[in-house]
C-alpha cells in the first residue's frame, strides 16, 4: 500500500513538474522576433488558421509579430466595439493571461504608410508618450502583433496592436 502510495505522489509531482515546465517556456517577445513588414502587407496577411466568430469579426493564431515604419499622425480615439471583441475573444482563446491584452488596449492612434492611413490599437500608456515624444509627420517603427480581422463597410481590416515603439 505504501509503495502504491509513493508511486501515486511521485507520478503526481512529475506531471505538475511538466506542466509548470510547459508554462515557463512561453517567453516574451524581443525585439528581434518582429519581421520587417509594410502594413499593407501584414494586412494582406492571412493565418493557416483563422475562425470567424461573429459575422464581422475574425480571430487568428498566428500574430505575424512585424516591424513597421509608420509616420505619426498625431490622432487618437477610443477602439470600437468590434475591436474590442478581436481582441477579447483573440486572448480568450490564445493568451495565457488575457487581461494583458483586454485592459491595456481601449485606444487607437492614427499612422500612415506609402499615404494610407491606418488606426492601430495602441496601449493606454503609449498615448502620453506619443505626444511627448513625436510630433505629427515624425517616423515611428512599431513593433505589432495582428490578432485578427474586422468587417468594416464590407471591407476586412486588420486588428493590430503596437506592443513597443522607437523613433527611429
Known sequence: ??????????LALIIVESVFAQAGNKKPRELADYMPRTLKELAEVNSKKTETVKN????????????VRVIYEANS?????SQKDVISEWAGRFAGAPEFYTRPYENEALFSEDGDKYWLAVRKEFLPRFEQELKKGDAADLFVIKLGSV????????VLL???????
Do not use: A, C, Y
Open 56 to 67: 464581422d469579426v475574425m480571430i487568428q493564431n498566428d500574430i505575424v509579430p512585424s516591424r
Open 1 to 10: 500500500m505504501k509503495t502504491r502510495l509513493w508511486l501515486t505522489l511521485f
Open 162 to 168: 503596437v506592443e513597443k515603439f522607437v523613433k527611429p
Open 151 to 158: 468587417r468594416n463597410e464590407g471591407k476586412w481590416q486588420p
Open 77 to 81: 480615439r477610443r477602439l470600437g466595439q
